[in-house]
């Protein structure tokens, strides 16, 4: 009987699996933003690589139970959409999605993270549009 030897994972392993793929990302966008800070210079690939880590989160998150983690990646994916370089203030504005969606996953807030959740996501909206 083929596949019967296979054992197919529950919820619980593959929310495991979300989350060290989830903090693995986090990992690459701090360590992206460092070498932003430090190496201006040519950012483009960078910012694009971010964007593509920023995607698979923003996709997996509701997915997940982590709703939250799906609305910040939306804000963080309008920012970044397009961008070839980072002047301060959306460099400031990438730590603070960066941070937001390492606090999530740091703090495990599942759902939508209520009244503030809302207020965080209407935020980050705001100085996305702003910077526009």
């Known amino acids: 009987m083929t596949g019967l030897s296979e054992r197919v994972m529950d919820e619980n392993e593959l929310r495991d ?6 903090k693995a990302s986090i990992d690459e966008l701090k360590a992206t933003y460092r070498s932003l800070r430090e190496q201006p210079e040519d950012p483009a690939a960078r910012l694009k690589s971010m964007a593509e880590t920023v995607h698979v ?20 994916m309008s920012l970044l959409k397009g961008r070839e370089s980072a002047d301060e203030a959306a460099l400031q504005l990438i730590e603070i999605h960066v941070d937001a969606l390492a606090l999530v996953i740091d703090q495990l807030i599942e759902g939508d993270g209520g009244e503030l959740g809302a207020t965080l996501v209407a935020r980050l909206e705001t100085k996305v549009e702003a910077l526009a």
């Open 57 to 76: 989160l923003k996709g997996q998150g509701s997915s997940f139970g982590f709703p939250l983690i799906t609305k910040i990646g939306k804000t963080f």
């Open 17 to 22: 699996l979300f989350m060290e793929s989830a």
